[in-house]
C-alpha cells in the first residue's frame, strides 16, 4: 500500500477540492436538482465506459477465449463489472448504475432526452465526432473527451487510474456529501430512487469496489516506479477534469 498512500497524498488537494466545492449549497430548488442530474449523467455513462475498457484489457471478451494472463486481475474486474452493470434496483429487479440514474432522473422529471439523444450521436458517429458537435457545456465535453483518449490510448495501469483514482476512491466521501445536502434541501420530496443510487454506490465502493479497484492497480503496476508515476499524473488529470465538470454544472445553475 505505499505506493497507493503516496498517490493519495500527491492528489488530495484536488480531492478536497471536490469535497468542498460549491456545487453542493448550490441546489436549493427542484429545478436546480434538475440541472445537477441533467450535468451528472454524462459522468455516470462514461464510468460505465472505463469499466468495461477494463473488462475488455483484462479479461478475455471475445471468441474463442483464451486466459488472460493474471487470475487475480481477472476477477477483481469481473467482480466490478457484475454490479455496475446489473445490480438490484429498488423494486428487486436488475439494471446497470446508469439505467438506475436514468430512471431516478425521470422520477423527478429532469431531461433524459439529451443524454439519449448524445448517446444515438455516439452510435452514429462515434465518440469524438458526436462530443465535438454536441451543444453541451466545453467542461463536459473536455471530461469526455480526456475519458475516451484514455481509454483509446491509455496502458491498461492509466486507464484503472482514472478509474480507481478519478472515481471509485472518490465517490463514497463526494456522493455522502450530495446526499447530506439533499437532505437538507428537498426534506419533503421523494428522491427515493435517487438515494437508492448514491446510496448504493456510497455502500459499494467504499466496502468492496475501491479496495478491489487499488488491489488491481497494485497487481499492474507491480513495483514498476514509471508505471506508478504515470498513475499519479492520469489521476490529477482526472481529479481536475472532474473540478470543471462540477465548475460546469454550478454554472448551469446559476444561468
Not at 465526432?129 to 496502458?155: M, Q, R, V
Not at 486507464?159 to 437538507?184: C, H, V
Amino acid at each position: 500500500m505505499q505506493h497507493i498512500n503516496h498517490i493519495n497524498q500527491s492528489i488530495n488537494v484536488y480531492k478536497q477540492q471536490l469535497l468542498q466545492h460549491t456545487l453542493y449549497k448550490k441546489i436549493h430548488t427542484i429545478n436546480d436538482l434538475k440541472h445537477f442530474l441533467e450535468g451528472h449523467v454524462y459522468a455516470v455513462w462514461d464510468f460505465m465506459s472505463l469499466l468495461k475498457a477494463l473488462q475488455s484489457k483484462l479479461t478475455c471478451t471475445t471468441s474463442p477465449w483464451f486466459a488472460s494472463p493474471n487470475p487475480e486481475v481477472r476477477y477483481l474486474i469481473n467482480e466490478i463489472v457484475l454490479a455496475e452493470e446489473s445490480d438490484v434496483t429498488l423494486y428487486g429487479t436488475r439494471l446497470s448504475h446508469f439505467e438506475m440514474y436514468l430512471q431516478a432522473m425521470e422520477k423527478c422529471e429532469a431531461n433524459t432526452l439529451a443524454v439519449s439523444h448524445f448517446l444515438n450521436e455516439v452510435q452514429a458517429k462515434g465518440i469524438f465526432n458526436a462530443i465535438n458537435e454536441s451543444t453541451l457545456h466545453d467542461n463536459i465535453k473536455d471530461f469526455l473527451t480526456f475519458t475516451f483518449e484514455t481509454i483509446e490510448n491509455g496502458k491498461s495501469h492509466e486507464i484503472a487510474a482514472a478509474f480507481t483514482f478519478g472515481r471509485e476512491d472518490l465517490i463514497p466521501n463526494m456522493f455522502t456529501q450530495i446526499l447530506n445536502e439533499f437532505k437538507i434541501s428537498f426534506p419533503l420530496v421523494d428522491l427515493s430512487e435517487l438515494v437508492y443510487y448514491f446510496e448504493r454506490h456510497i455502500e459499494l465502493d467504499a466496502d468492496e469496489h475501491g479496495p478491489m479497484a487499488f488491489e488491481m492497480i497494485s497487481y499492474l503496476c507491480g513495483e514498476d516506479a514509471e508505471k506508478w508515476n504515470e498513475v499519479e499524473e492520469i489521476s490529477k488529470k482526472a481529479l481536475e477534469k472532474r473540478i470543471k465538470l462540477w465548475d460546469a454544472i454550478e454554472e448551469l445553475i446559476e444561468q
